[in-house]
């Protein structure tokens, strides 16, 4: 994860997940943006999740249900995130070269490899990655997940991530408590 996510606070934040899981530090994420959100909250800056945070996230927002294609839901976050690095336009050799270091490590079976490989050589598509979503809780990881991959400040990146929650049926008072998340998180990092 970590090594496809492009600033350097996001991957250190990346390589702070991995002690816990990174799709559980995402899915603690995400599952206290939609808390404060189903409150009617907006929350500022917060802290990383703790260990403790971790451990009370619902189960909705961990990835042990499949992905909406049936592959597992953790391939459907890393296409999100290829998806939102190549929003730009390109992934380059420095990016394609990391992602595929990130890959071979990850230890996917062929099945799995075989589709992150086909997701960087796709085109962009929004309405693809939001079909991978089987719930709303997988809609908010997903689009979190490109978050975190980008610093938005092109917009073709904003672009992406606007089309990607309207594709995923976000509301926008959860995109902004997602947001917040993200920028927290990197912040912190």
Do not use: C
């Not at 250190?12 to 404060?36: D, M, T």
């Not at 073709?156 to 993200?182: S, T, V």
Request: no cysteine.
């Amino acid at each position: 994860m970590g090594l496809l996510l492009g600033s350097k606070k996001a991957r250190k934040l990346a390589g702070s997940a991995v002690g816990y899981g990174g799709a559980a530090v995402l899915g603690a994420l995400a599952y206290r943006a939609w808390q404060n959100w189903q409150a009617g909250r907006s929350q500022g800056a917060m802290a990383p999740p703790s260990p403790a945070e971790l451990a009370s996230t619902d189960e909705r927002f961990l990835p042990s249900e499949p992905a909406a294609d049936g592959r597992p839901f953790g391939v459907a976050l890393v296409r999100a995130m290829v998806a939102a690095a190549k929003a730009d336009g390109h992934l380059d050799n420095t990016e394609q070269q990391a992602i595929f270091a990130a890959i071979e490590r990850a230890g996917l079976d062929a099945e799995a490899k075989a589709a992150l490989f086909d997701a960087m050589n796709a085109p962009v598509d929004p309405a693809a990655i939001a079909a991978l979503a089987a719930t709303p809780q997988q809609a908010a990881e997903l689009w979190l997940s490109a978050r975190l991959a980008i610093e938005p400040d092109q917009p073709a990146e904003r672009a992406f991530l606007d089309a990607l929650g309207h594709r995923l049926g976000l509301d926008p008072a959860l995109r902004a408590n997602l947001e917040r998340e993200a920028a927290a998180a990197l912040a912190n990092a």
